[in-house]
């Protein structure tokens, strides 16, 4: 009865995580540029996820980085600009939103 609970207990909490993380996507204008479904000025949060999301725990770092730094080349012509704003660690946590759409 307690793995029930528990199960049903982090379902419930598990949307709300998402949702709190898509939040800091669009306050962080990321959808500005990447739409979830579709490609827009980048590849979609998909098409990210489908790329790097076997990657493991491991690329969650690189990426933030590359989130941060900005840069060109990975997914065609157009570079994506860097965002020194961002901590971190709130890049940490958009990429691992992004990486949760595979």
Do not use: F
């Not at 998909?46 to 725990?57: F, H, L």
């Amino acid at each position: 009865m307690q793995c029930v609970a528990a199960a049903a207990l982090a379902a419930l909490l598990a949307p709300a995580t998402a949702r709190a993380d898509a939040g800091l996507a669009r306050e962080r204008h990321c959808l500005n540029c990447h739409a979830v479904q579709r490609k827009m000025v980048g590849p979609s949060v998909r098409d990210i996820a489908a790329r790097y999301g076997r990657s493991g725990n491991a690329v969650v770092p690189v990426l933030a980085a590359k989130v941060r730094q900005g840069g060109s080349g990975a997914w065609g012509a157009v570079a994506m600009p860097s965002h020194p704003q961002l901590t971190q660690a709130e890049a940490e946590t958009l990429v691992r939103w992004m990486l949760a759409h595979r």
